[in-house]
């Protein structure tokens, strides 16, 4: 029993690991954009931006997937002109990365503002230009304020991904499933992937608490 | 426009099994959240806050969907439950639902309020003590008054989140808003409108 269902059971793993990546680097990209966006003078992309991440914190994960899978579907359908199958792996990645940045930009916002204004003022007054001002004065001092809750969201984005075993994505969730039952023994293999999501959300969690670690004692 | 018209008793069937889902989860959790964290602070029995971490532990660090299919369908493999009273109550998808989502809000709360606890100062505490309150006054005027008022926004959110949860019962056949909408979507391959 073990045997014949532990290669699913491994690849469902792996599955679930990429999508975590993929997401938190898409996610983390765009979730930069809508901070950017959220905190411009322009008041026509702040609106944008700002009801962009609304939406998404205001509709449950599931409903942002299926959106995305049948919604996107249906709209690629009329772009194109025929029948277009969306994988996927890439629909659930976007849904994932979707909801993480929307989630994200409200920290990076939030980091932003932490930032003393005279930091930045100084920085103009070197005659820093905008990509230096990112990089030397707001990057280092806004990741220091976005870490915590970076770590928290990464936690929730791993838990998150078992939401794609709906649409058919074989991620871990999918893989208990499909093993349970076909052996008519749903509680050991869900019980099996709850130990494995456990195992991955204690190293997020030991990663976390290391760079948390290591910032406190850089900070003094 | 008019396929939503016609869907719309429907939907709004879906809405009030979502709001029962959530009012039920909500109150277990509530009342399991209080117990655990009473077991916790006044530290009834040291095994008994082992486990109480353990549950924690499993609890917050498991997706919710996995729970909900690990109490759904994983309950039936075990002859304990499979063959006795308890089956009638485990085979309802309704009764898993606001059991999986209730002691998954009931895991965030305990963390919640085993916070609060902390961030009440100790100085009001051993004022009541002071003033001769015994222990159910003590919880009544002081600890719980102030729980709620530290708690509150953090707890608003854990609401949201159940809420929000709520719609991965769909995937246990429990016809809420989202299971609704499935169905309907199924019917009518109208996907972008509802």
Known sequence: MWTAYSAQILLGTWVTVKLTVVALIAGSVLAMILAAGKLSTRKIIVVICSGFTAMIRSVPELLVLFAVYFGGEVVLVKLVGHYVNLDYFVSGTLALSLIFAAYFSETLRGAYLAIPKGNITAAHAFGFSAWQRFMHVLFPAMWRYALPSFGNLCLVLL???????????????RAAYIAGSATEKPFTFYALAGVIYLMLTHVIMMVNRQINHKLRISKC | MLTILHFLPQMLQGVLLTMM????????????????????????????????????FIFRGTPTLVQIFIIYY?????????????????????????????????????????????????????????????????????IIPRLFSIILPAYSNEVVMVLKSTSLVSAITLPELTGVTQTIIGQTYMTSGL
């Open chain 2, 74 to 142: 994983g309950a039936g493999q075990i002859s304990l439950i499979r063959y006795s009273f308890l089956w009638q109550a485990f085979k309802q998808p309704f009764f898993c639902a606001v059991l999986a989502l209730g002691l998954n809000t009931a895991a965030y709360t305990t963390a919640l309020f085993t916070g609060a606890i902390r961030a009440i100062p100790r100085g009001e505490i051993q004022a009541g003590i002071a003033l001769g309150f015994n222990n159910v006054a003590l919880y009544q005027k002081i």
């Open chain 1, 159 to 173: 838990k998150d991904t078992s939401i794609v075993s709906l649409i058919g994505l074989h991620d871990l969730a």
């Open chain 2, 21 to 56: 889902v959530l009012i039920c989860a909500l109150a277990l959790g509530l009342m399991l959240s209080f117990l655990f964290t009473f077991c916790l602070e006044r530290q009834v029995n040291r095994y008994l806050s082992y486990l109480i971490h353990i549950y924690l």
